[in-house]
């Protein structure tokens, strides 16, 4: 029965503090590293459900060296799991204020491997440095360098050909 | 192109950057309370857990089957061998050895798990903070307190009770708010009830009187100190609030009032939380709760077989025996069967029969009592069967009873069983086994146990595809639950 008494109230209250830190802190990284898989809204839908489990399992977490690390993999296997294997959908850049960029970029992007997408968006958009990137995604130095590349050339080559 | 790709990636980023909108804490925690609170939604979580206990599970199943049905073949003679050589070996004495072993057991009627250790009826009661509930305007009016009680009650009927006890509490104004009913041998039913705290000591007091009073537990949390705190703090947030918006009407600068706008939206979802846990503390508070466990009364039925034997046949006249007797091979000896009723219920439909001598409660000679005649609490009934002995034996008796009521009827769900057996020993023991008998022996286990584990291979085996498939799926699972 719910018998409610001061002290627990309490603990919830810096339990939920200090939860509210936490989110401060991880959950804009995590959301961008996951916009480059999902798109914005599923990202935002997949940033979620990471945060409630974060909370559900706030004292497994909290002894973790990064838990950022470990809930970007709790995000991306949610997200697999509610949107199964969805194309991300982008936003179209905006004519007015940038009109040179490319209208075909989100396209663009969009058919990129999902790695190589992740990792440039990261990279060249969201200015991450590749250690930032190694410790949420856990990938390796090398394969970062190497999927930002791959991916950068691919998307020169199809905003080439449509040029 | 016309411009720098890492250029027109960066502003892209930049534009992506101000259409994201971030998850707060709070809508994280809400999300956490609805999906903790909202039972209907199943969890998404059990897909193929299942199989992580199931395999193992099926397997020791599998296995059990196997050995059952091994149980029931030759083999088992060979263990029967094995184990009387043993029991054979050690014993220097014969007479010392052997003693009647017997057991009782009355399933699913013996415990009250509600009134653990404590002696039927007596009641136990403790109160875990301040005094009981005020009866009006005692100096607690204007505190906030929560009022709780848990409290067991024996009944003669359950859903009787369930009904008298719902009426018990709707007379004062109260409300069933959960019910959860169990049938089966132990019918118990869990009552959910919010009253008024006014109301709170009579509502214990009636639903006391449905029945026997087993435990009742009650507290009440001073949660006035929450209260105030919350309260002070909703004050101190409104404020605020109220101080952001006319901030917001003089500045001038868009940034500045984004900044502002920012702000506000903070301390206004952090006022709804402050708000939202108050309104909890306060529908706490307005009404008390008392959970009701309510079982049957409960009644102790016990047997106990007890099987003893003595030399020579006289229609079971000087029963009873001692528990091992010695005769010459080819005497005559007379087996006594005593059921004794231990309980304090009545019980009837008294069987008992014996394994080895192979006999029915029908072949068995009526001493004293009648097993067909419902038998008093503290008596006994004793059967005699008689035999030639032509071997040493150890009867396998088995007895089994149905407790009745003091109205005739049997006891839903109740019945009792026992066993117990006595030795009957020739005078000429068998010659003990040499070290020949015993490497023969020894010879037959091991073989026995090699034939059972080469069976049990090989009803495995033809599994084998299942395992090495369940494996793939668990390897390929995790590989495709890898992110990118």
Redesign the interface.
Known sequence: ??????VT??QNDTR?ET??G???DV??RL??AL?G?WG?EDA?EA??EA??Y???HWEQLASMDNPAGYL??VA??RA??LFGRRQPA??P??SDS?P???PA??AALASLP??QR?I??LV????WTQAEISAV???SHGTVQKHCERG?AK??AA??GE? | ???D??R??????????S???????????D??EI??TDAAVPS?RPRLRWLRWAVPSGAVVLVALLAATLGSMPVSNNFARISSFLDGADSESPVTTAAASETTSAPGTTADPGSSGSPDGVLQESTDTTAPPPGGSSPTANRSI?Y?A?MSVAVADVPTAVAEATAVVESLGGVLFGEVTRGGPEPTSVL?FRVLPERFEAALTGLGTIGELREQNR?A???T??VVDLQSRISTAEASVLRLRELMGTAGDVADIAKVEEELLDRETELERLRG?LR??DA?VSMA?I?VTLRRALVNPDARLVVTAYPGHDRGASCPGSDTVSVTQGEDVTVCFEVRNRGDVAIDDIRVSDTVLEVETADLISVAGDPARPLPPGQSVFLAAEIEVDRELRTQSRMSATPIADSGDAIAGSSISGQASAVVMTDQPEVQPGFRAGLGAGGRALRSAAVFASLVAGALLPFTWAFVLVGIAMVWRRRK?R??
Do not use: K, N
């Not at chain 2, 027109?8 to 950057?17: P, R, V």
């Open positions: 029965m719910g018998r409610v008494t001061g109230l309490l939920s939860f509210i936490f989110v401060a959950e804009p959301h961008a916009i898989s914005l935002r940033t979620a945060l409630v974060a909370w559900e970007y993999r991306q296997t697999r799991r982008f936003p850049p905006p940038m040179w960029v490319e970029l989100p999902e790695r992740v440039v968006l060249h958009s969201f200015g995604t856990g990938l950068l998307l020169r905003l080439g040029a | 192109m016309t411009v790709l890492e027109q990636l960066d502003a892209y980023g930049d534009h992506l950057t259409l994201v909108d971030h998850v707060s804490a709070d809508e994280a925690l999300r956490a999906t903790r998404r929560i709780t848990d959910t507290s949390d001073d949660v100190d929450t846990r909890t503390i706490q709760s959970t639950a992110p990118i």
